[in-house]
């Protein structure tokens, strides 16, 4: 039995992932929760790396961990009373969302494990920068372009629903 | 010990997405029903670019991963703006006490 160091990588990577997710759905301070998505977000763009897929992970991390989770931060530093350490009590019961959870997830497993997927003839590992820029200007144009208006139109109504005039 | 292929990266995906349907069933905070929804959109991401990877070989699956990226961060900019709205109209961010768009 040989053990291969990208398994090892792959495990590592998977345990961080799996365990600061867990940080971010077990964990009753909001302030917790909200720094183990740093390992969540992290791990997510290594298994990118591990995927071969080098610029997917560059913009997992320019933008979740730079752009998505200080949003997130300054938005619990904005609305959280330090003192009130309570914030985050529940919905529905926890009994009731582990039953569902825990069967959602061993449904998944279940068809995915049984599942005979599709196999590539073979894997291509080499920089996928330079071909995505040419879908992004070739195949997918008009996606792209559609995708700048919606962040312009994102923009503005953040800007416009955060205003404290428009309200009042 | 058997070579690392899709099912892993799909089983990890797996585990993410029920961890993240947790987040969201469980809180009331509306910041942690948006970490849930993250963690949501990490999952069907990871799913993407391993079947990219392993099963067509072409890298469609990146671009689909690069627009869910996108629409996640023009989300969470109206998501979060709209919950300092209701913070600063009902002084709190329970999702349960905003039942009306206006005071």
């Keep these: 039995m040989d053990i291969s160091i990208g398994a090892v990588i792959f495990y ?157 | 010990m058997m070579a690392i292929g899709l099912t892993h990266y799909i089983v990890i995906g797996a585990i993410l997405f029920a961890l993240g349907l947790f987040t969201v069933l469980t809180r009331r905070n509306a910041i942690s029903v948006l970490m849930g929804m993250e963690l949501i959109l990490n999952s069907a991401n990871i799913n993407y670019v391993a079947f990219s990877h392993f099963s067509s070989g072409q890298i469609d699956g990146q671009i689909y991963a690069i627009f869910v990226i996108m629409l996640a961060a023009a989300e969470a900019a109206v998501g979060l703006a709209i919950v300092l709205a209701i913070y600063q109209l009902f002084h709190t961010i329970d999702v349960g006490a905003a039942q009306t768009l206006k005071e």
């Excluded at chain 1, 345990?15 to 740093?38: E, M, R």
């Excluded at chain 1, 590992?125 to 994102?154: C, K, M, Q």
Aim: charged share 10%; with cysteine.
């Design chain 1, 12 to 168: 590592f990577v998977a345990l961080v992932l799996v365990v600061s997710a867990a940080g971010v759905a077990f964990s009753p301070n909001i302030v917790y929760s909200a720094f183990s998505l740093v390992g969540t977000f992290g791990g997510v763009a290594g298994l990118y790396v591990l995927l071969g897929a080098d610029f997917v992970a560059g913009v997992q991390i320019l933008i979740y961990v730079g752009g998505i989770l200080v949003l997130i931060l300054f938005a619990v530093m904005l609305t959280h009373r330090i003192s009130d350490i309570h914030l985050s009590n529940r919905a529905v019961g926890r009994i009731p969302a582990f039953l569902l959870c825990g069967f959602t997830l061993g449904l998944l497993v279940m068809t995915i494990l049984k599942n005979p997927w599709v196999k590539a003839e073979k894997i291509v590992n080499e920089p996928t920068t330079s071909r995505i820029g040419d879908l992004f200007l070739g195949t997918y144009l008009l996606p792209f372009e559609l995708a700048s208006i919606v962040l312009l139109v994102a923009l503005i109504g953040a800007v416009i629903i955060s205003r404290k005039e428009v309200r009042e």
